[in-house]
């Protein structure tokens, strides 16, 4: 079972920028969909962006056009590039990934089977 490591949490200012690392511990990365979700207590976990196997992209809503999200098989690492960081932003970050050689998982979470432990980022106005 592969396992995921997120980092690079933490806290910052509105309109600063973080980005997260998710370390995935086997090379069947390459073969499975992953994807970034966040959580506010007392919320249900929402999806913020997707990646898949060759490379095709989505993002929720409100994210667009501030988070990029990527991948470097060779590490067998993905990241989430966020910049202009709102206070809403604030949540508990997690990346997930789907079965390799699944398919596409888009941002549906039932899609994800394996979850990091999650990562705090905590936006202050």
């Known amino acids: 079972q592969v396992q995921l490591a997120e980092s690079g949490g933490g806290s910052v200012q509105a309109g600063g920028s973080l980005r997260l690392s998710c370390v995935a511990s086997?090379?069947?990365?390459?073969?499975?969909?992953m994807g970034w979700f966040r959580q506010v207590p007392g919320k249900e976990r929402e999806a913020v962006a997707n990646?898949?196997?060759?490379?095709?992209?989505r993002y929720a809503d409100p994210v667009k056009g501030r988070f990029t999200i990527s991948r470097d098989n060779s590490k067998n690492t993905l990241y989430l590039q966020m910049n202009s960081l709102k206070p809403e932003d604030t949540a508990m970050y997690y990346c997930?990934?789907?079965?390799?050689?699944?398919?596409?998982?888009?941002?549906?979470?039932?899609?994800?089977?394996?979850w990091g432990q999650g990562t705090q980022v905590t936006v202050s106005s």
């Open positions: 997930a990934a789907g079965l390799a050689g699944l398919g596409a998982c888009y941002l549906a979470e039932g899609r994800y089977t394996v």
């Open positions: 086997e090379s069947t990365f390459a073969s499975r969909c």
């Open positions: 990646i898949e196997w060759d490379g095709t992209t």
